[in-house]
């Protein structure tokens, strides 16, 4: 059983499209992470949220942090051939000692045509 | 100026046979950490690293060992390789605090024949 609960898995749309990518879980997050990742290379991060409710905002892309610190969604306003990738959500776990481990949503391969 | 380096970035080994996996960093950071990347499984963490000498199991530490003797360096080693440890292999460096800034490495493509 996955941890965090990524959807959907794979994302196919045109260019100038907006989409929104889930990320889910039972358990609560002192933070929460968003990266994307290109073939042959190790991801990138994208953003941290780290408050119950916070948005944050990355040009294009919207980030946000539910309220119980539960859950997040990224969403890509006007998306681009640019934005192809694959995006993982990451957190790590409220309470005790984490040493920053992270864990790992399934991803999401999102393909924006042009 | 990458600040981590992995090596080597393609290996095919046969199964039976031990393998190293080198994580090089040039950041000073305390904390590193292996995953392994599979489709449909996202990352993975194999073990970690807080300090010199200092290392933890992740989930999925079986078959895998891990030592660091310098900040700088952390090794993963699979002690007989199998089938099922064919992935990709990411190392990842750390910031400390609330907020961990992680940086990850461009991977070893690791195969088992």
């Known amino acids: 059983t996955q941890l965090l609960e990524q959807s959907p898995q794979f994302l196919s749309i045109q260019e100038g499209e907006n989409l929104t990518v889930y990320c889910n879980s039972s358990?609560?997050?002192?933070?929460l992470q968003w990266y994307r990742q290109e073939p042959g290379e190790g991801p990138v991060l994208l953003v941290t949220?780290?408050?119950?409710?916070e948005v944050k905002k990355l040009k294009r892309l919207t980030f946000q942090f539910g309220d119980a610190r539960k859950d997040s969604s990224l969403h890509i306003t006007a998306a681009q051939p640019g934005d192809t990738g694959l995006y993982l959500c990451?957190?790590?776990?409220?309470?005790?000692?984490?040493?920053?481990?992270?864990?790992f949503g399934q991803g999401t391969i999102l393909t924006v045509h042009p | 100026d990458a600040g981590i380096t992995q090596s080597p970035r393609h290996k095919v080994t046969e199964t039976g046979t031990p393998v190293t996996l080198r994580c090089h960093q040039t950041e000073n950071h305390r904390y590193m950490y292996w995953y392994r990347q599979d489709p449909g499984h996202g990352l993975r963490l194999i073990h970690y690293s807080y300090g010199v000498k200092d290392t933890d199991k992740g989930e999925v530490s079986d078959g895998y060992s891990v030592s660091r003797s310098k900040t700088e360096d952390f090794l993963l080693t699979l002690e007989s390789a199998t089938s099922s440890q064919t992935s990709v292999y990411f190392c990842?460096?750390?910031?400390?605090?609330?907020?961990?800034?992680?940086?990850f490495g461009s991977g070893t493509r690791l195969t088992v024949v």
């Open positions: 990451a957190g790590i776990l409220a309470g005790g000692t984490s040493y920053g481990k992270l864990t």
């Open positions: 949220v780290v408050t119950g409710g």
């Open positions: 990842a460096i750390s910031t400390e605090g609330r907020v961990y800034g992680y940086t």
């Open positions: 358990s609560v997050f002192s933070s």
